[in-house]
């Protein structure tokens, strides 16, 4: 019924036409609006009036603008950070403790001995280039040789640099082979190099060392990854270091603990490499007290004289702190402690937690990454290491069709080896010093939300001291190998203190700088300032824009209508007077009286006017002047409002 | 008549008419409190009661000082910083390397220019200590040094004379040996005040400093005798190498190919000429990596050991210089590109027969200058030359500044920092009371009496690289044999022995990873979030805007102003005329209309003194005074025709 009752109000309105003119309106809004300029701007004289006309004006345009930085403000997802420093019982790092050396050289001996004994003919070759050595060469097995060979590249003519091949006598190499073979060469007139040959040794390029120690472990290290990708990882990881012998002692606060509280994994660059309270099993051991006394204390055996000569030149054990089910990247985070000293490391837990999108670039778990993440068969958490090695494994496979021995291999991926993939050497370090391929990568990875680093402050002393080396030396010879003999010299083991300090965290975390509240606080601020708004002068502004409209399109309906008929009137009207002209003109010679009796005859015309069309524009005007009634009316609904 | 005329019309009988043009003081006040937009006080106006009244005017008035001081914390607050730390993965670029050797010449080199000094030192060994054959580790060609010595005259010992104390007897010392001294452990004794504040009573070695005319000598004590002769020995050897030209000290120091054995970047091999040389006057020749040398800076775009620089360095411990040096090594600095490597005050040592690494973490910081904080730019707003040729930074400015000052007052310059425009190096051949003067200057720049601390300011931006060094031994046992002999080859002609381990020393310098670290210091405050506080709290306390502060400085400076000038003029005019016409009443109204004073201020004023009269409504009869009647009823006139007009249509 209201509805209906509304809608006749409306027809009848738009019938009518509009109960209210533009001025009105405007008029009436100003001086019943609760913003404080308009008010002003109808209240004051003509001078002040134009002033506050303006004012206002400009305090507008001020709240428009502001309000247009504050939603720029609020939509670039700001962060603030907060930072908290202090001490609380934390969950005590996880410790990943690897030897130096990957195997146990005396039980790799047979893998690596054909490769030993090249080695051993090229430094000969290398250091004494006289050709009375070269009939010991005749036992070497030159297969690996002749894949990647080691080449003296003589440069004492740089237009013209000779390739001398280091057994160049015992077999014929590529074409730039030097006739003269054995040739005395030094290190300021000759650079090592390595060949590297793809497509069936056709299309070969020079790796070129500054240095002949770099050119030789480079070209060690790629033959034994050859090597050691074709053996099964259970050997590989029986021919590294058991947990029971790198761990020769082990104190967890006052806890005493083994190799047995240690989780092994078989890292490629550094065999068995054991991790302490990693937490993947069980529940993550806490500490809660700072110093020395109540961290990890380990004594490690790194076996110095057992390790692979060629392979690895410094000795250590290699350690890392990482989160709890975090993989441990050794490589590239890890640090070195040394033998024969005691090394302390006090531990800040330094831990940046980041709110994801849209206020920054994070991944919360990997998930929304594209690329695979290879570490995840240890059901170890997302990063961005593990990211980038899956990528670099990703982009060999798919340039190489191989995996690379250092790193995961997807599912149904074979390791390159000389025999499957003869091209994978050439492909690899092509690969490696390729910036592109790493930038992509860098591009593909995402950072993760939440970043934990462990501030370490290192600190060594020697140990065992002098006066105690002797009873510390015996008795830990008793307990690894019930000898009443000392087996074991300070060259060989290795002592770790890792604790917190007394602060034990830093924690930065963001939060949102600007939230809704804020954004809502500072409009209503500005607008406050400014002209004394609220959201509810909003709404009595728009109330007034449709009142506007609603105007606009009465008159228009009424301009419309008047068209209509004045178009009817027109057809029915204009053509009489020009007939009665033309009687007048055939009746009258002169044509000018005719203009005088126009105007009378449009005179005429309003008394007749009346009863074919009531709603011709003068009475538009008539209705204008009955109006008022109307005008107070609907003032009385606008008070009423 | 337009509608809307018709309405304002309206709005204008219904609003009392008073306002700008009420006739007092009071009036406006009122006609202010009704009308304003603030809310209170309307309050103050429209409540019956004393009581009530009272309690109104104390509330608004309480909001009013809330209001201000709400809004002077917001100014005072203004210019804080809110720090905030951002976390990029990144290809990073690989900072400057320099790498120093501790010794900084062949000793060998040298010796021909140091002979007479060593051979004093000697000298005053034996004589202080009682033993004048030094066992080196290393033995070298030992000459008969003391046998030498007997016949020449000491001339480093005469020029700055070492002298023992004994206990108790200060005045007397024992004219021997050596020393020198600066930012010392030991105190420093005023031969003239006989103060000492060593502690250990025992026998202290010094050495005395005196100006042009001896009469002003100043002792430096050391509590330990190592440290009186290395001082001593330094300050002369500064003298004798100030004297020496630039290209023979670097031709006497390291070469790059001699210092770096092997080197690799990013998995790719590099060389002595990947090296820039740069000079430091205490460390003899460095070497820098990554110096910007083609324009490109280099870059690494995977963390880890590899991917980082690794260089084999050999340190050559037979070349060492006894007494200038005491420990062995090389000394590495990790900067930004631009700035100076102060090998002296940083740097971390690295030993032989060792491997260093060095992982890297990369730190920014980025403060806000003025008017947050005092720090500068670019130091071009600092009043002190930059002497280095390098980016500005706290330290260079104190350098600088210190070497400034040292021009100034010695006439020549420090041995250890670079020679500011159009100045020499000490020497004492030239300005032989250089050390006095030094020493003073020095003690009196360590006490912040020469200004420089007050004139440097701090960078606003820098970079930190923060350093996890882990040592392990290098070579092990078993790969020793080998790489010694290789690296022994790829030495070549530069040695003719075989290197030993101890000779040399393995660094590694890597991104632990690529993430860097921005702490930077954003305005915690602009201009808008001001405003839109100061809206906030006007709002809160008062419902008050910008527009009611444009209306209390209308109604309070211009409108109240106005009153009183008019009523001021007024009491003049009266006054005025009542001197003038005692007899005449009636005169002094008829010009007060026409000529007031405020008719020139505002175009409705008219209405102004027709509001003098206004309170007799327009309908009643205006007794008496013609001229002011006349004067209101033409501007009544424009008013009463509004009236009708809005009551006309009103009656319909």
């Excluded at chain 1, 441990?328 to 531990?347: C, D, H, L, N, W």
């Excluded at chain 1, 939060?511 to 002209?531: D, H, T, Y």
């Excluded at chain 2, 130091?379 to 040292?406: R, W």
Aim: charged share 20%; glycine share 6%; net charge negative.
């Amino acid at each position: 019924m209201h509805v209906k009752k509304y809608l006749l109000k409306g027809l009848h309105r738009l019938q009518k036409g509009p109960g209210y003119t533009y001025k009105e309106l405007l008029v009436w809004y100003c001086d019943n609006t609760n913003t404080h300029g308009p008010k002003r701007i109808i209240c004051e004289g003509p001078k002040k009036k134009a002033m506050w006309f303006l004012l206002t004006l400009l305090f507008a345009a001020l709240v428009c603008w502001q309000w247009g930085i504050f939603i720029r403000t609020y939509l670039s997802w700001e962060v603030s950070v907060s930072l908290s420093v202090g001490f609380k019982t934390m969950d005590f790092p996880a410790v990943t403790i690897c030897n130096a050396s990957p195997f146990q050289y005396s039980k790799v001996r047979h893998l690596l001995k054909d490769l030993d004994e090249l080695m051993d003919a090229v430094l000969e070759r290398i250091l004494a280039p006289e050709p009375s050595h070269a009939n010991a060469t005749e036992a070497l097995n030159f297969t690996i040789w002749n894949h990647t060979p080691l080449v003296l590249i003589d440069e004492q003519n740089p237009h013209k640099p000779v390739v001398l091949d280091l057994f160049g006598d015992n077999h014929n190499s590529s074409a730039s082979s030097s006739p003269a073979p054995g040739r005395t060469c030094d290190a300021q007139g000759c650079k090592v190099a390595m060949r590297l040959c793809s497509l069936n040794g056709t299309v070969c390029t020079f790796r070129n060392f500054t240095s002949a120690t770099q050119a030789v472990m480079e070209w060690y290290v790629l033959q034994a990854t050859n090597i050691f990708s074709q053996v099964p990882r259970q050997e590989l990881v029986a021919m590294s270091y058991p947990g029971e012998q790198l761990i020769l002692a082990c104190l967890f606060g006052a806890e005493p603990c083994s190799h047995r509280n240690f989780t092994s994994i078989f890292h490629p660059d550094y065999g068995n490499c054991h991790i302490f309270n990693w937490g993947m099993t069980e529940k993550a051991l806490p500490s809660s007290n700072p110093g020395a006394e109540f961290g990890l204390k380990l004594i490690l055996d790194i076996g110095q004289e057992d390790y692979v000569p060629f392979l690895t030149s410094t000795a250590g054990a290699r350690l890392l702190l990482h989160e709890q089910r975090s993989y441990p990247f050794i490589k590239e985070e890890g640090i070195y402690a040394m033998s024969g000293t005691e090394t302390s490391i006090g531990v800040l837990v330094d831990r940046l937690e980041r709110k994801g999108e849209p206020y920054s670039r994070c991944t919360k778990n990997g998930s929304d990454v594209p690329i695979p993440n290879l570490y995840s068969d240890h059901n170890t958490t997302y990063s961005i290491q593990a990211c980038i090695h899956s990528c670099f494994q990703d982009h060999m496979i798919r340039n190489c069709s191989c995996g690379h021995y250092l790193y995961p291999l997807p599912r149904g991926e074979k390791y390159c080896n000389n025999q499957d993939f003869p091209d994978w050497a050439y492909c690899y370090s092509d690969l490696r010093i390729n910036v592109a391929q790493r930038e992509t990568c860098i591009n593909l990875c995402k950072e993760s939300c939440n970043d934990t680093q462990y501030k370490m402050t290192i600190s060594m002393a020697e140990w065992p001291s002098e006066a105690s080396e002797d009873w510390i030396l015996h008795v830990l010879s008793q307990e690894r190998d019930q000898s009443t003999n000392i087996t074991l010299s300070r060259k060989g083991i290795v002592k770790l203190n890792i604790y917190f300090q007394e602060f034990n965290y830093r924690t930065i975390e963001e939060s949102a700088a600007n939230n809704i509240v804020w954004l809502l606080s500072n409009l209503g601020g500005q607008f406050g300032f400014w002209m004394g708004g609220s959201v509810l002068c909003l709404i009595e502004f728009g109330e007034i824009i449709i009142d506007f409209v609603w105007i606009t399109v009465i008159k228009l309906v009424a301009f419309s209508k008047s068209l209509q008929r004045r178009r009817a009137q027109a057809h029915y009207a204009s053509p009489p007077p020009t007939v009665a002209e033309l009687v007048e003109a055939h009746t009258n010679f002169g044509f000018q009286p005719d203009v005088i009796s126009h105007s009378p005859t449009t005179g005429t015309y309003p008394d007749e006017q009346p009863v074919p069309i009531p709603g011709t524009p003068p009475p538009n005007y008539d209705s204008l002047r009955l109006q008022p009634l109307d005008v107070v009316e609907s003032d009385n609904e606008g008070d009423a409002i | 008549m337009a509608p809307g005329e018709k309405i304002k019309a309206k709005i204008k009988k219904n609003l009392p008419v008073t306002g700008p043009q009420a006739p007092t003081i009071k009036e406006l006040m009122r006609w202010y409190c009704l009308n304003t937009n603030t809310h209170g006080c309307r309050r103050i106006v429209v409540s019956r009661g004393r009581l009530r009244r009272l309690l109104w005017i104390l509330f608004t008035l309480t909001a009013v000082a809330l209001i201000f001081w709400q809004c002077a914390l917001l100014v005072i607050s203004f210019y804080t910083v809110s720090v905030s730390i951002k976390i990029h993965f990144q290809k990073l670029d690989f900072p400057a390397v320099t790498i120093c050797n501790i010794n900084p010449y062949k000793y060998s080199a040298v010796r021909d220019l140091l002979a007479d000094l060593e051979q004093e030192t000697r000298g005053a060994l034996k004589t202080l200590y009682g033993f004048s054959e030094i066992k080196s580790r290393k033995r070298r060609d030992a000459e008969s040094w003391s046998s030498v010595w007997e016949g020449t005259r000491p001339k480093f010992l005469n020029l700055v004379p070492l002298l023992a104390f004994k206990e108790g007897e200060m005045g007397k010392a024992r004219d021997f040996l050596t020393g020198r001294k600066r930012k010392v452990s030991g105190s420093i004794i005023r031969k003239e005040s006989d103060v000492m504040n060593v502690h250990e009573s025992k026998e202290v070695v010094g050495f005395q400093l005196c100006s042009n005319d001896t009469s002003n000598c100043a002792v430096y004590t050391f509590s330990s005798g190592v440290n009186a002769i290395q001082e001593w020995y330094k300050l002369h050897y500064m003298n004798i190498m100030a004297q020496v030209s630039l290209e023979k000290k670097i031709n006497m120091s390291y070469s790059a190919e001699e210092l770096l054995v092997t080197c690799f970047f990013d998995g790719v091999s590099c060389d002595a000429r990947n090296f820039t040389l740069f000079h430091h006057p205490m460390y003899g020749n460095c070497y820098t990596f990554n110096n910007r040398q083609n324009e490109t800076i280099l870059s690494t775009s995977m963390g880890g050991s590899e991917y980082g620089l690794q260089v084999i360095l050999h340190i050559n411990e037979e070349e060492y210089n006894p007494f200038l040096v005491s420990s062995t090594g090389a000394k590495v600095i990790i900067h930004r590109q631009d700035e100076y490597p102060f090998v002296e005050d940083v740097g971390t040592e690295i030993e032989t027969a060792m491997a260093t690494s060095i992982g890297m973490h990369l730190t920014e910081s980025f403060k806000l200058s003025e008017p947050y904080s005092q720090c500068t730019e670019d130091g071009s707003d600092v009043p002190v030359e930059n002497i280095y040729k390098a980016a500005y930074s706290l330290k260079i400015c104190l350098h600088s500044c210190f070497q400034t000052k040292m021009v100034e007052k010695c006439g020549c310059a420090q041995y250890s920092q670079p020679l500011p425009p159009a100045a020499n190096y000490c020497n004492y051949q030239q300005h032989p009371n250089w050390m006095y003067c030094y020493y003073q200057l020095h003690q009196a720049f360590v006490r912040e009496e020469l200004g420089c601390q007050s004139v440097c300011r701090e960078a606003c931006s820098f970079k930190e690289w923060t350093l996890t060094t882990s040592l392990a031994q290098w070579p092990s046992e078993v790969s020793e044999k080998w790489l010694l002999s290789v690296l022994t080859w790829d030495q070549g002609l530069q040695i003719k022995k075989k290197l030993n381990k101890t000779d040399l020393a393995k660094l590694l310098i890597f991104y632990k990873d690529l993430n860097q670290r921005s702490i930077m210091e954003n305005p915690a405050n602009s201009i808008e979030m001001l405003l839109s506080n100061f809206g906030g709290q006007l709002g809160l306390w008062m419902s008050c805007s910008i527009v009611c502060i444009i209306e209390i400085v209308e109604v309070f400076f211009i409108d109240s102003l106005s009153i009183i000038a008019r009523q001021q003029w007024q009491k003049a005019k009266q006054w005025w005329a009542q001197r003038q016409a005692p007899p005449c009443p009636e005169a002094p109204p008829s010009p007060q209309g026409q000529d007031n004073p405020v008719l020139d201020i505002d175009d409705d004023l008219p209405t102004f003194t027709s509001a003098l009269h206004l309170p007799p409504a327009p309908g009643t009869q205006v007794p008496g005074t013609p001229p002011p009647k006349y004067n209101t009823l033409r501007l009544e006139r424009a008013f009463s025709n509004q009236l009708t007009d809005t009551q006309v249509p009103a009656e319909f």
